[in-house]
């Protein structure tokens, strides 16, 4: 996934604008989550709010890497950033944290622009800690 200026709007549809990832059954790789995706086509279409349901698609009691490609407007112009999350909610098991926290910089490296690196635990309102 990488943040991109221009494109076709058939490209700009296809274009993932959040993914989800999770360990292999193994847990031996990292591998996309089937159907935990977000394609820009789908923001005002079958998704109203992209962030809201992107935290929708996270487990209660399991980690998980994720990629949101966040758009917002300063007063000088519109801008897109690859922001990445390693969810880890107190609920997941020990050893999930310990595997995923030992393997997020192996899947950050595979990924180039991004901006923020975030920590992410579940609450009533979404908690995040940002790491730099």
Same mark, same amino acid.
């Given at each position: 996934?990488?943040?991109?200026?221009?494109?076709?709007?058939? =490209?700009?549809?296809?274009?993932?604008?959040?993914? @989800?990832?999770?360990?292999?059954?193994?847990?031996?790789?990292?591998?996309?989550?089937?159907?935990? =995706? @977000? $394609?820009?086509?789908?923001?005002?279409?079958?998704?109203?709010?992209?962030?809201?349901?992107?935290?929708?698609?996270?487990?209660?009691?399991?980690?998980?890497?994720?990629?949101?490609?966040?758009?917002?407007?300063?007063? =000088?112009?519109?801008?897109? =950033?690859?922001?990445?999350?390693?969810?880890?909610?107190?609920?997941?098991?020990?050893?999930?944290?310990?595997?995923?926290?030992?393997?997020?910089?192996?899947?950050?490296?595979?990924?180039?622009?991004?901006?923020?690196?975030?920590?992410?635990?579940?609450?009533?309102?979404?908690? $995040?800690?940002?790491?730099?």
């Amino acid at each position: 996934m990488k943040v991109r200026k221009c494109s076709t709007p058939e =490209e700009i549809k296809k274009r993932k604008k959040a993914v @989800i990832f999770c360990l292999s059954p193994d847990k031996k790789c990292i591998i996309v989550e089937e159907g935990k =995706e @977000i $394609l820009v086509g789908d923001v005002g279409v079958t998704v109203t709010d992209p962030f809201k349901h992107f935290v929708q698609m996270l487990p209660e009691k399991d980690c998980r890497y994720a990629l949101y490609d966040a758009s917002f407007e300063t007063k =000088e112009s519109k801008k897109e =950033e690859l922001m990445f999350f390693l969810w880890a909610p107190e609920q997941a098991p020990l050893k999930s944290k310990m595997i995923y926290a030992s393997s997020k910089d192996a899947i950050k490296k595979k990924f180039q622009g991004i901006v923020c690196d975030t920590i992410a635990v579940p609450c009533r309102a979404a908690h $995040l800690h940002h790491t730099g």
